[in-house]
């Protein structure tokens, strides 16, 4: 016979989010196989609470605590699955941490993942926003994943195409919100590796290390040297990352901005619109290092939100909503919250 469920009551979620604010769970549960999930779907009250599936909770803003049952995917292991002359394949369980998973495959030989190293969080969480960072996404690497669904309490495989993948965007942010947990997701990492320069601080970064022919580690190295550089350790300053995403504007609308604005950071995508840089607008705006309440905005990068001690959901959003009044009346342009809130 399986063992029971361990079900918790009122835990605190302090530890278990990034931004560390202290909301609590009705009934948490620590998830580590399928037939936790299947006992889950089967029981006939715990299937009836609204669920929060969590991962690493590094891109989670809790304003409330959580009336429901909160879900904590810890299942781990990471194997090599397939090879062919072209690919490996390799598969990580959701409750494995990102960072370690691209070590991992580094340390097998596989290169691929080294632009998204210390991207916190858990490999389950990283398709939920398509993870990106220093020119790569994680939806270039993707093979497929595995899921519980929660409505048909059946395991399935989703391919590339069935998540909908877009700018820190996936079909788990919309129809498949909190329907799904998923259970763990395979890479194909292509033999024929070609260094990923494309983002000009990266090969910057490079420059300055004498590195002019960089292996994959050189690359996770510089990415990992510029990411402790600008961006807030979460162990030891709450935060999401960044707070908003870059938002997207047409040819005309890049072009009357740059008129007015000429030092407008911008980068042209392939369908002809331009994405913004928000960090650099809400910094034009003077918000780069000020607080509001324990709610501040980081001294090095402008699009992190951090917690000063203490924040609540709602001091972050009160701050959220002041940032984007500003940068709407400045720029005409509306800011998109990047992590999920609850
Ligand atoms: N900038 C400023 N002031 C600031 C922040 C940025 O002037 O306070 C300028 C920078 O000088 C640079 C430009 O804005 O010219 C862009 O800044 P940066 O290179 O730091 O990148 P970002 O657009 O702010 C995005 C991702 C990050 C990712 C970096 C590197 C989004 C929402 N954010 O930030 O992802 O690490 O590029 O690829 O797309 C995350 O999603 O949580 C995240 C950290």
């Known amino acids: 016979m399986k063992p029971a469920l361990t079900l918790l009551h009122d835990v605190s979620l302090r530890e278990l989010n990034t931004f560390g604010i202290d909301a609590h769970a009705h009934t948490f549960v620590s998830v580590q196989t399928v037939a936790d999930l299947e006992a889950i779907a089967a029981d006939p009250q715990l299937s009836l609470l609204p669920r929060l599936i969590l991962g690493g909770g590094s891109n989670l803003l809790l304003t409330k605590d959580v009336a429901g049952l909160v879900l904590h995917m810890t299942n781990t292991g990471r194997v090599v699955v397939g090879e062919s002359e072209q690919q490996v394949i390799v598969r990580s369980e959701a409750g494995e941490n990102w960072h370690d998973f691209v070590q991992w495959t580094l340390a097998q030989g596989l290169p691929g993942l080294e632009n998204l190293s210390l991207i916190p969080g858990s490999v389950g969480a990283a398709p939920i926003q398509n993870i ?58 292509p033999r024929q590796w070609h260094p990923n320069l494309r983002y000009a601080e990266l090969a910057t970064e490079l420059a300055a290390r004498n590195v002019s022919d960089p292996t994959a580690q050189d ?73 509001l309440g324990a709610a501040g905005v980081h001294e090095r990068q402008a699009l992190v939100l951090v917690n000063r001690g203490g924040v609540t959901g709602a001091a972050v959003l009160a701050l959220a909503e002041k940032i984007s009044d500003d940068v709407r009346a400045r720029f005409g342009v509306s800011l998109e919250t990047e992590p999920v809130i609850v």
Not at 258 to 277: M, N, R, W
Request: charge should be positive; hydrophobic fraction near 40%; charged fraction near 20%.
């Open 132 to 189: 990106g960072a220093y020119g790569s996404e994680l939806a270039e690497f993707f093979h497929s994943l595995t899921l519980f669904d929660f409505v048909t309490r059946e395991t399935r495989v989703l391919s590339r195409d069935d998540c909908h993948f877009g700018y820190r965007d996936s079909i788990f942010k919309h129809a498949l919100r909190d329907r799904a947990a998923i259970i763990n997701v395979s890479f194909a990492l």
């Open 219 to 291: 690359i996770a190295d510089a990415v990992i040297a510029i990411r402790r550089r600008k961006l807030p350790d979460p162990a030891q300053i709450g935060n999401a990352g960044s707070f908003f995403k870059n938002p997207v504007v047409s040819a005309e609308h890049h072009a009357q901005l740059l008129a007015k604005y000429p030092q407008l950071v911008s980068y042209p995508q392939s369908d002809g619109s331009i994405k913004l840089a928000a960090g650099w607008m809400i910094d034009q705006c003077g918000w780069k290092g000020r607080s």
